[in-house]
């Protein structure tokens, strides 16, 4: 039976709307894929940034971490540099202070006399020489003469062996210091230097760390060690 008109017509409408509906299909399975495919960019171009931005800021948290521990570094030598400055200060005050209390007693002359006395005995017993020279201030000869005059038969007695002095009269010792002699042997080689400054020099050193003791404490860095 031959197909008419109609009929081929119709296979015709059949056959478009077939190729349409997959053209469609088609259509909808390519966007679907490519929106999977621009999910799947997205979120790992997301993930990338993601990371650098946690890289950058973990990298800041660490320089600013640095940049404060180098402050509180600066900060506790500042701070370690004004106590040890503070404690000079008064430790040299102190010894100002003994310094003016030995020229009290220079200025004293019965204790000045008998502290000569002492001074000078010292010296003899510290060189232990046959003949010694004494350099004093010049304002302090005639005490001097009288502390060497004065020593001269204890030292003797207590050696068993003479001893001549003499009193240097052309050096003196600076009439700016607080007092006491220098003592040497025959040729000037040793000297035992009793000036009531180098006495308090001598017994600061050895003292100092009582004194550093009981003005700051056993440990008084210990704060700054840590």
Known sequence: MALT?????????QMVA????????????IDAKAEEEFNIEKGRLVQTQRVKIMAFYEKKEKQIEQHKKIQMSNLANQARLK??????EMITDLLNEARQRLAE?????????ALLEGLVLQG?????????????????????????????PIYKEAVKSNIVVKIDQKRF???????????YNDNG???VSNTLENRI???????????????FGANPNRRFTD
């Open 173 to 183: 010792l600076p009439s700016e210091i607080c007092g006491g002699v220098e003592v």
């Open 5 to 13: 008109d109609a009929d081929v017509q119709k296979q015709i409408r």
């Open 83 to 88: 106590v040890l400055k503070a404690r000079d």
């Open 18 to 29: 077939f190729i349409d509906q997959e053209a469609k299909e088609k259509i909808e399975e």
């Open 124 to 152: 003899f017993f510290r060189l232990l020489e046959p003949e010694v020279t004494v350099r004093c201030r010049q304002q302090d000869v005639e005490m001097v003469q009288a502390a060497v005059n004065t020593n001269i």
């Open 201 to 215: 020099e001598l017994i600061a050193q050895q003292m100092m760390p009582e004194i550093r003791a009981n003005l």
């Open 189 to 191: 080689k040793i000297k």
């Open 105 to 113: 007693i220079a200025g004293d002359p019965a204790r000045y006399s």
